[in-house]
T-cell receptor, first 112, second 113 residues
Framework: DADVTQTPRNRITKTGKRIMLECSQT?????MYWYRQDPGLGLRLIYY???????NKGEISDGYSVSRQAQAKFSLSLESAIPNQTALYFC???????????FGPGTRLTVL | AQSVAQPEDQVNVAEGNPLTVKCTYS??????LFWYVQYPNRGLQFLLK??????LVKGSYGFEAEFNKSQTSFHLKKPSALVSDSALYFC???????????FGRGTQLTVWP
């Protein structure tokens, strides 16, 4: 969905480095999510935010942190990257809990 | 625990034949059910969803899905497959009352000419 953008699209980094992935949306949605995709495992939820003051852990939050700088921006940080964090990362947004989630194009992260 | 199963890692069909991609789930309550498609090097695109009502849901690109409450299934179908339908398909469920989605592992659909 072009209304949900992610930067960078590709990133190669080394073990121990701090990395930030950014997500912006122009859909006016209040809810934002971060997922990671690994081959054969589907998508797993890392963190989600229902508004600027509401941040919640997902099923695989260890090693990650997030920041909701504004309604339209939701960043994911890896404080000290490790190789098993190599994956495809997706941001998603929705208007309400019952609504469809719309996904960004993804960030392919490689940790050497 | 909430879980979504897509029992087939791969589905292969000939163009023009009907296709079915299977999904079963185990969640509490009456969940909302979704299908997404992912083309190579792209994000996930919404295909269709079931919330309530008619068990047959119609979505984008000629796809439809059939909800079966007794079998806790939500299979994706299309009467006549196209080569351009080749992609990775994900089933997802949202148990009430949360906004969280639980995804299956995905099924790679290949439609050959």
């Amino acid at each position: 969905d072009a209304d949900v953008t992610q930067t960078p699209r590709n990133r190669i980094t080394k073990t121990g480095k701090r990395i930030m992935l950014e997500c912006s949306q122009t859909k006016g949605h209040d809810r934002m999510y971060w997922y990671r995709q690994d081959p054969g495992l589907g998508l797993r939820l890392i963190y989600y935010s229902f508004d600027v003051k509401d941040i919640n852990k997902g099923e695989i939050s260890d090693g990650y942190s997030v920041s909701r700088q504004a309604q339209a921006k939701f960043s994911l940080s890896l404080e000290s990257a490790i190789p098993n964090q190599t994956a495809l990362y997706f941001c998603a947004t929705s208007y309400r809990a019952a609504d469809t989630q719309y996904f960004g194009p993804g960030t392919r992260l490689t940790v050497l | 625990a909430q879980s979504v199963a897509q029992p087939e890692d791969q589905v292969n069909v000939a163009e023009g034949n009907p296709l079915t991609v299977k999904c079963t789930y185990s969640v509490s309550g009456n969940p909302y059910l979704f299908w997404y498609v992912q083309y190579p090097n792209r994000g996930l695109q919404f295909l269709l969803k079931y919330i309530t009502g008619d068990n047959l849901v119609k979505g984008s690109y000629g796809f439809e899905a059939e909800f079966n409450k007794s079998q806790t299934s939500f299979h994706l179908k299309k009467p006549s497959a196209l080569v351009s339908d080749s992609a990775l398909y994900f089933c997802a469920v949202r148990p009430p009352p949360t906004g969280r989605l639980y995804f299956g592992r995905g099924t790679q659909l290949t439609v050959w000419p």
